[in-house]
């Protein structure tokens, strides 16, 4: 078992930045793929960006590469994404996500966090 805590959104003007964490307990994070997604409303759920657990190799949606970095704080069991030249196309609910596995994509989706609301507007 592991929970997942993302943290770090809020309102933010378009060309801003935030940085979301994704904190885990229960189990050390270092060896699995943590994959986070978005939903807007009234869009299904997309994977954003991935980062392995075997060699912390990293993987992004075309709509969120060269803007968006995800990386990882073994020592704090944490997962980060940070989000540069925001637009109000990335106005979502943000999730973490984990299938306890090393590879990405995250498929299954076995734990997710609560998420977190990040609002792109002027």
């Known amino acids: 078992q592991v929970q997942l805590v993302e943290s770090g959104g809020g309102l933010v003007q378009p060309g801003g930045s935030l940085r979301l964490s994704c904190v885990g307990s229960g189990r050390t994070l270092d060896y699995y793929a943590i994959e986070w997604f978005r939903q807007a409303p009234g869009k299904s759920r997309e994977g954003i960006a991935c980062?392995?657990?075997?060699?912390?190799?990293?993987g992004y949606a075309e709509s969120v590469k060269g803007r968006f970095t995800i990386s990882r704080d073994n020592a704090k069991n944490t997962v980060y994404l940070q989000m540069n030249n925001l637009t109000p196309e990335d106005t979502a609910v943000y999730y973490c996500a984990t299938d306890l596995v090393p590879r990405c994509p995250v498929s299954s989706g076995d734990y997710w966090g609560q998420g977190t609301q990040v609002t792109v507007s002027s």
């Open positions: 980062v392995s657990g075997k060699d912390g190799s990293t």
